[in-house]
């Protein structure tokens, strides 16, 4: 209410002393802080405080227009910057200060193609920790992909730093959740139809070591296309 009240003043205050123009920019600065409140008031990035030799950012150190759910509320186009280091995910705001969002109020985000969520521990055997994760396939399976960015320091000398990026994926299958490291792993988590299963590998030309995200999402859906027959 009190955020209300606030922002009717300034409206007021807009219309009865801005030009035309001017004013037509500010209400709709206003109408965007406004819409947008929930994403705006959580507290700002705070700097990286070493010298690094790359960014810890998913993909692109830019800003990108995205699509987010939070707090059950939609937003289809905001822009979006993933922290894979921190784990953050930060929106950038109309002044351009860069806000971090509440992990727990993240129901997806969209930016570079993927959809990531924020898995909250549900009690399955062998459940990864909470964080963010990108959502790989959804059906009678779930694989999901992990993204980590770790410190470790290149040049003793001169204090050089730089983040190296690891990942790994979780199949969520018959009530437990996999980690998959490997074609083995990914095989032994599926446990039926491995025959069939190697066939289409082969055939394919999915090597695990060359792209092991594709191999995990091709291998699950046939799998479960296997199952349903």
Request: hydrophobic share 35%; glycine share 6%.
């Amino acid at each position: 209410m009190k955020k209300w009240c606030i922002y009717l003043l300034l409206t007021l205050f807009i219309r009865q002393h801005l030009p035309a123009q001017d004013e037509r920019y500010a209400v709709g600065y206003m109408n965007t802080v406004s819409n947008h409140a929930a994403l705006f008031s959580g507290n700002r990035q705070q700097p990286h405080t070493v010298r690094t030799l790359n960014h810890p950012y998913f993909q692109d150190d830019d800003f990108v227009s995205g699509r987010l759910s939070y707090g059950g509320v939609v937003y289809p186009e905001v822009w979006l910057r993933w922290d894979l280091y921190r784990d953050e995910l930060m929106v950038l705001s109309p002044v351009n200060y860069i806000i971090v969002l509440q992990s727990e109020h993240v129901d997806f985000a969209e930016i570079h193609g993927y959809r990531f969520f924020y898995l909250r521990p549900d009690g399955l055997p062998g459940c990864p920790p909470a964080g963010n994760y990108i959502l790989l396939y959804s059906g009678d399976h779930l694989l999901v992909k992990k993204i980590t960015n770790e410190l470790h320091q290149k040049d003793d000398k001169n204090f050089e730093y730089h983040f190296i990026l690891s990942t790994i994926f979780f199949l969520q299958k018959g009530g437990e959740y996999h980690k998959i490291k490997n074609r083995r792993t990914l095989l032994k988590a599926l446990d039926t139809h491995r025959k069939e299963l190697k066939h289409f590998i082969r055939v394919g030309g999915l090597k695990y070591q060359h792209d092991a995200e594709t191999m995990s999402l091709e291998v699950v859906k046939e799998h479960e296309k296997l199952s349903r027959q």
